[in-house]
């Protein structure tokens, strides 16, 4: 299962790609994503470790993408934050259920093979659609 470890860090990673290689602060990234700032510290702990993000230390430091957005998917930032990103590890049920949790993992891994570029533009697009309420 994806926890809400994968889902925070989905959203900091994203919201980093969304400020185009300026710094943000540990504190802006936790009230913009909603995510409480000690555990948001373990989570760029272990996505820095990884390569995926970087930190400046310092009165003007904080947090940016280590590569490119195009160069990072949701499938590798839940591979850095998940203990197990497999259903057909361990045990599986049998051999028929062993097939089928192993058609649930290439079609988990299908679906997290995307940038986080691929979510910025949707991001952008997004946020250029005028919402209305009455």
Sequence with gaps: MISIKTKYGCA?????????????SIKALAERC??????LEQ??????????????????????LAKSASDISVLDIAHVLEHRLSFSDS??????????????????ETSFN????????????HDKCLNFCI
């Design 12 to 24: 900091v990673v994203l919201e980093l790609a969304c400020s185009e290689h300026s710094l943000v």
């Design 114 to 125: 995307r940038t986080v570029q691929s979510l910025v533009e949707k991001k952008k697009e």
């Design 43 to 64: 989570l760029l702990n272990a996505l820095r470790k990884a390569g995926i993000v970087e930190s400046v230390r310092g009165k003007d430091g904080g947090y940016k």
């Design 34 to 39: 909603s995510v409480p700032k000690k555990y």
């Design 91 to 108: 045990y599986s049920g049998g051999s028929v259920l062993l097939d089928f949790w192993k058609s649930v993992d290439k079609s988990m």
